[in-house]
């Protein structure tokens, strides 16, 4: 019999106003959970988390609005970091990031794909959910 060894993973998961205020929270929230996950605050870790939730929720903000709909941020913490940012607008997906001075757009999506070990776009109804993965090494303790 082989007994699978399983790495434990812990939750975050809240609903923010589709707003920059709620953004802005959602990216201090996350700092604050990481904190309190053993990822300190000013830690490259928590730095790149910070930019990466930044980004998303901003995205989620700017292009998945949909009036009186929230978007949620999920922090799943396992051996990678992952974080997911889910919004209501199916209809808006991010396209991969061209070279910057290319477009108008996607500049955002340059840095989540520079910082992020994985990231990608998953269908749900209604909506998206954005995420990225983050290898944060030895810096968490759950």
Known sequence: MNPQITTPTVEFARRFSSTRRGARLA???????????????????????????????????????????????????????????????????????EPAGEGEGGRGLLLVEALAKAWGVDGRAPGKTVWAEVDLGATASS
Request: aromatic share 2%; charged share 25%; hydrophobic share 45%.
């Open 27 to 97: 990216r201090i929230l996350a700092l604050g959970q990481l904190d309190a996950w053993g990822v300190p605050h000013d830690s490259e870790g928590s730095d790149t988390a910070a930019l990466i939730v930044a980004e998303l929720a901003a995205n989620a903000v700017l292009h998945g609005r949909v009036p009186g709909r929230d978007f949620e941020l999920r922090l799943v913490l396992g051996t990678v970091l992952r974080i997911e940012v889910t919004d209501s607008r199916a209809d808006r997906l991010p396209a991969r990031p």
